[in-house]
């Protein structure tokens, strides 16, 4: 049978009338009255697809394994998250792995400078999906304190799902945007920071010729938003 | 716009990349029917083991590593040039982004290059509060230092004790300057901001704890035997090919020259402490990790000396042309407030000259050079980081060793990539 | 420090040794500065070691930009006996910016004069692998020269106002 998969919440407002042939239907399961196609639908739609996503989602969001990708400052405070006052561990984060293969959150902690951009975005594409990124302090998620010729922002050769601010960013800082990632990643998968990058779930979207803009990079710098 | 490019052949970009680097004349091994083959293995940038984004290209003969060759620039930031757009004050917070783990270390060489430029004196209670920070900042760096070199070499729990310990002193430095790391407490002129209550008692109560802490850590590695036999005998470089190549800090140290800045040429009062300064004997592994162990409790003890001398007085210079006058004076004086203004929009001038400012940091000799025009803003700003010239050091030490004592060496040397690319 | 006497005195032997090489000596700051001809950067350094100035601490370019000669590269030199700090200073102009290298005397130099090659283009003749160092092998231009722009990008923001959207949790 083919699975539809529904997005859960969000997404477009529901039309009054779709509204009340789920109301009849789910009337109809009740009693005992669906039958053939229809009940078949309806078990794939509302109980077997849902109730998995959501357990996958929670399964996948307790049990990520960031990847060991510390830069410069920011790394020290993220060294700082395994360490014991503020411990990663409570949530089931502290296996950190070094290969990528093996990672499915990436950790941006510092500048990621011209000649790291291509390292950075090679580690990033081997990771498996899904896998997420957090860009970590203000170097990764802008240019930083320093706006200058040899540092990149990380929006612009990868997808990041939560920014978080702070040079660097207090332990506890880092702490909520993880775990701000990981609500995410329990309640919308398919929505958040990746929406505007055109994915679907958690992988990007990449134009099938290069006439077309690229997915990532979806900020036009528009004409009033001079740099800091 | 550079006129001496290296030529290039017709191969594609990566390498095109991979060609300019000329490996050492290092010769087909060939004894007997064996035909030995060196393999080159690139190391990095992303790597646990690399304290940082540094690749190393490592040729081996099997685990013998015959030849080294160190890439960085991996996190090369534009700090030097990016303090030439700013003024002097809003200067310091770039500057100390640098080596970053030594964030006191930079702020200091580049106020005391400024200092001396300006010929403007910092007052005694200032450089006592820069020496208790300093020192402070030295035995957070260690701490780092020991728990991820413990980390490469697989005593994991270390990494929990020294970080523990860690927070502490980040908690002394955010009590008195509101940051745990970088700080900008350490200001053109002085300090920001005086002790708040309290913090000498805090400050106690960690030097009280940290001697005993720092026996217990020796507890747990110096006797135990893989330890010893992953430092000891391992990777030593003499005395006169360190001096050669411009290594200093715990690695000279640790070699048996007894050079240290706070010693040979004191800077901020440094003269006033009584502390020792410990030094190895055979430049091995083992005695850069004693040396810089036994730092720690040097550490403590010039913090203690200097909490008891502590002399009362003003935290910043008096001289209002270069640090903001308090914030009480604004509301009464009318000089206060156009210093105010003049020190924040434009900042101060220094005259023309150049000056070059070194310091003793965890890892060496940290110099700042600045180049003044005259202007509000500096003209040149360098910083002479340890880690860059003593990185150099690691090709010779470890040739000849295996890789695991590559990596051991490189936890021991103390490399903080921040320094390096600036 | 040497001070200001025993600076002219050593300025004075190495001008026995060698005429023309020292160009200036300044004593600023507590502190001396000899400025040398470029072409005799070995031998002035060999002479300094042989005075006992047997440490190079540091090896910097500087852009003097507008004043020419424009590229300068700047010598610190310690002695580790007489506790004694001395700076040697050369300046060459932007058309031929070539300086020997002391690479071959001073093992400490080598890494830094790679980046003096890398972020202001001064050519060091004789160093045994003279590339760039901080910035990719195949970037253009040497960025810490004052006329390069500082580059920099603006910032992307995620809400504009001019989109008229406010931002919500």
């Keep these: 049978m083919a699975v539809k998969r529904e997005k859960l919440g969000g997404g477009e407002p529901v039309a009054s009338d779709d509204f009340r042939i789920r109301q009849l239907r789910a009337r109809d399961m009740l009693r005992g009255d669906l039958e053939g196609t229809d009940l078949d639908t309806y078990v794939e739609e509302r109980v077997l697809t849902t109730t998995m996503d959501k357990a996958v989602a929670w399964a996948r969001s307790n049990a990520l394994f960031p990847a060991t990708f510390g830069l410069a400052c920011c790394a020290i405070e993220m060294m700082s998250i395994v360490a014991a006052r503020v411990d990663v561990a409570r949530f089931g984060f502290e296996a950190f792995r070094a290969s990528p293969r093996q990672a499915d959150l990436l950790i941006l902690s510092g500048r990621v400078s011209i000649k790291m951009a291509p390292v950075v975005r090679r580690i990033y594409d081997q990771m498996l999906e899904p896998k997420w990124a957090i860009a970590m302090g203000a170097c990764s998620s802008s240019m930083g304190v320093f706006n200058n010729y040899a540092i990149v922002p990380a929006d612009k050769f990868m997808p990041v799902d939560v920014h978080v601010p702070g040079c660097p960013p207090r332990p506890e800082a880092l702490m909520h945007g993880i775990l701000k990632l990981r609500k995410m990643i329990q309640e919308d998968p398919d929505m958040g920071w990746r929406e505007g990058y055109g994915a679907r779930g958690t992988e990007e979207v990449v134009p099938a010729d290069d006439t077309q803009d690229s997915a990532v990079n979806v900020f036009v710098p528009r004409s009033n938003t001079a740099g800091a | 716009m550079s006129s001496t490019d290296v030529t290039r052949s017709g191969a594609s970009e990566y390498r095109q990349m991979e060609e300019s680097i000329t490996m050492a004349p290092v010769e087909r091994l060939g004894t007997d029917e064996l035909d030995q083959e060196l393999l080159t293995l690139n190391m990095g940038p992303h790597h646990p083991a690399t304290h940082g984004v540094l690749r190393l290209l490592v040729t081996l003969d099997g685990e013998v590593v015959r030849d080294l060759k160190p890439i960085i620039g991996y996190v090369h930031t534009g700090i030097e040039k990016t303090a030439e757009d700013k003024s002097y004050w809003k200067a310091i917070p770039v500057i100390e982004r640098m080596d970053y783990l030594a964030y006191y270390f930079n702020a200091m060489a580049f106020c005391g290059a400024t200092e001396t430029l300006l010929e403007v004196e910092v007052p005694p209670r200032a450089q006592y509060l820069r020496v208790i920070h300093l020192e402070l900042n030295r035995i957070m760096s260690h701490l780092v230092w020991l728990g991820t070199s413990a980390l490469d070499l697989g005593a994991m729990s270390m990494f929990w004790y020294c970080f523990r310990d860690r927070e502490t002193i980040l908690d002394l430095f955010e009590y008195s300057s509101g940051q745990r790391m970088h700080t900008r407490y350490i200001q053109v002129g002085g300090v920001a901001d005086d002790l708040p209550d309290g913090w000498e008692r805090k400050c106690r109560e960690f030097c009280a704890d940290m001697p005993s802490r720092v026996d217990q850590y020796n507890d747990l590695l110096a006797n135990n035997e893989i330890v010893l036999q992953r430092l000891r005998g391992v990777c030593p470089l003499a005395e006169s090919e360190l001096l050669k190549l411009g290594v200093t800090g715990p690695l000279l140290r640790a070699a048996g020259n007894p050079w240290d800045l706070r010693k040979a040429m004191p800077y901020s009062s440094y003269e006033h402490f009584d502390f020792d300064i410990p030094v190895g004997t055979v430049g091995d592994n083992w005695d850069r990790f004693a040396v810089r162990v036994q730092e720690i409790k040097e550490s403590v003890k010039i913090i203690v000396q200097a909490l008891d001398g502590l002399p009362e007085g003003p935290w910043i210079t008096d001289d209002r042309k270069v640090a903001l006058p308090p914030r009480h004076e604004l509301a009464t004086s009318m000089e206060a407030l156009i210093h105010h203004f003049k020190l924040v929009t434009e900042g101060f001038r220094v005259p023309p000259g150049e000056v070059y400012y070194p310091i003793e940091s965890p890892r060496g000799e940290l110099a700042c050079f600045v180049r003044s025009d005259g202007s509000s803003k500096p003209a040149r700003v360098h910083m002479r980081d340890p880690s860059f010239v003593n990185l150099q050091a690691t090709a010779p030490m470890t040739e000849g060793s295996y890789i695991a004592d590559l990596i051991a060496t490189l936890a021991m040397l103390d490399p903080v990539l921040g320094g390096i690319d600036r | ?169």
């Design chain 3, 1 to 169: 420090m040497p001070d200001a006497v025993g600076l002219e005195l050593l300025a004075e032997e190495l001008r026995e040794a060698d005429a023309t090489s020292v160009l200036d000596t300044l004593y600023f700051r507590d502190k001396g500065q000899v400025t040398i001809a470029p072409r005799s950067v070995r031998t002035v350094l060999e002479l300094l070691r042989a005075k006992g100035f047997d440490a190079l601490m540091s090896v910097h370019g500087v852009d003097y930009y507008p004043e020419e000669p424009r590229l300068g590269v700047h010598y610190e030199l310690l002695d580790m006996g007489a506790l004694d700090r001395l700076t040697v200073k050369l300046r060459v102009p932007l058309d031929d910016p070539h300086v020997p290298s002391v690479t071959p005397d001073w093992p400490t130099a080598d890494h830094q004069e790679r980046e003096v090659y890398d972020m202001f283009g001064v050519v060091f003749d004789g160093h045994p692998d003279l590339r760039r160092i901080l910035m990719p092998e195949d970037y253009e231009g040497h960025p810490q020269r004052r006329d390069f722009p500082i580059g920099g990008e603006p910032v992307m923001f995620t809400i504009d106002e001019s989109d008229g959207r406010a931002y919500t949790q």
